[in-house]
């Protein structure tokens, strides 16, 4: 049984650049909410997406922007990248009547030079 | 402002010891608690999980006790192993629209030294 995954791993990129993260769920999962962890930090909520709607969102700007496909895996943009955007992502997917119960992938590790 | 506090960032126990982490918060309206572990290059890892209108969960050596009272909650790991050392994050879920948003703390590094 594949739990969530991500891709890709890690990622450069330049001031300015517009990035796309990956990520399935864990099976038999249907909501992806998506984090950003920096350094020595908690992982901070950016939205969450059930039913390829944004279900409800974190205190991020318009910069990011996410998708969920039919199959319910998901991705997260994020454009006219800042310095301050570099930090670990992460997924979590859950299922709808268990949506606090979250699994997480390894996460994309993102630099912006 | 931060409503999930993890006050101690780090933590070192004995092999077969107890660990007790500890975590605060401040939103009353939190209705589950979970605590995560984390390794390096990892993604956190789902450990427990506690209701809010429970004062106690166990699973195997981990046990999650809440004081609603005092907006308090612990993890104790018992016996600790060397395998247990990792940053561990107490997280908090609150429903908004329907689905369940998690806060995070700041996270406390355990090591457990054989």
């Known amino acids: 049984d594949a739990g969530v995954t991500q891709s890709p791993t890690h990622l450069i990129k330049t001031r300015g650049q517009q990035v796309t993260l990956r990520c399935s769920p864990k099976s038999g999962h249907d909501t992806v909410s998506w984090y950003q962890q920096a350094l020595g930090q908690g992982p901070q909520f950016i939205f969450q997406y059930y039913e390829e709607e944004e279900r409800q969102r974190g205190n991020f700007p318009d910069r990011f922007s996410g998708h969920q496909f039919p199959n319910y895996s998901s991705e997260l943009n994020v454009n006219a990248l800042l310095l301050g955007d570099s930090a670990l992502y992460l997924c979590?997917?859950?299922?709808?009547?268990?949506?606090?119960?979250?699994?997480f992938g390894p996460g994309t590790r993102l630099t912006v030079t | 402002d931060q409503q999930v506090k993890q006050n101690s960032p780090s933590l070192s126990v004995q092999e077969g010891r107890i660990s007790i982490l500890n975590c605060d918060y401040t939103n009353s309206m939190f209705d589950y608690f979970l605590w995560y572990k984390k390794y390096p290059a990892e993604g956190p890892t789902f450990l427990i999980s506690i209701s809010s209108i429970k004062d106690k969960n166990e699973d195997g050596r981990f046990t999650v006790f809440l004081n609603k009272s005092a907006k308090h909650l612990s993890l104790h790991i018992v016996p600790s192993q060397p395998g247990d050392s990792a940053v561990y994050f107490c997280?908090?879920?609150?429903?908004?629209?329907?689905?369940?948003?998690?806060?995070f703390g700041k996270g406390t590094k355990l090591t457990v030294n054989p």
């Open positions: 979590a997917s859950s299922s709808d009547d268990l949506s606090y119960e979250q699994y």
């Open positions: 997280a908090a879920s609150e429903k908004q629209g329907g689905s369940e948003k998690l806060v």
